[in-house]
Every structure is written in C-alpha cells, then in structure tokens.
C-alpha cells in the first residue's frame, strides 16, 4: 500500500501538477478573451505562445521527476 505521507518527491510533483493546471488554466482565459475580441491578435498570440513555452517547461519538468522514479 503507497504511503499517504507526501515525501519531497510527491510535494516535487504537486509543484509540476499546480504549474501546469495554472497554465492550462490561463491559456483557457487567453484564448475565450480573443474569440470575444478583448484582446488584439498579436497581444493574444504572445501570450499564447509564453504560456505553450511554460507549460512546455513544466512538461519537461514532469517528465525529468517521472523517469527518475523508474
């Protein structure tokens, strides 16, 4: 049975977990306030891309912590 006590491994990827769920999260706003046109394009487009870098950072992240737990 998996112990219920987090160890800095779990509280490491809670860390990742939170990073990305708050970039989807963002991205999700981003991308309803350019469909309603309360963000010019190029405005959108650059927020868009730093929050794919970030998420994409966290990803990385997840996926370094994860291959070293095998």
């Known amino acids: 049975m998996h112990s ?3 160890t800095h491994h779990d509280r490491a990827l809670d860390e990742i977990y939170a990073r990305l769920q708050q970039q989807l999260t963002t ?3 981003h991308l309803e306030a350019h469909q309603r046109g309360q963000i010019p394009c190029a405005e959108s487009h ?3 891309r730093q929050v794919c870098r970030t998420l994409h950072e ?3 992240d997840f996926d370094r ?5 095998v």
């Open 46 to 48: 650059a927020r868009m």
């Open 27 to 29: 991205l999700g706003q």
């Open 4 to 6: 219920t006590t987090p």
């Open 65 to 69: 912590r994860i291959s070293r737990q």
């Open 58 to 60: 966290a990803t990385t």
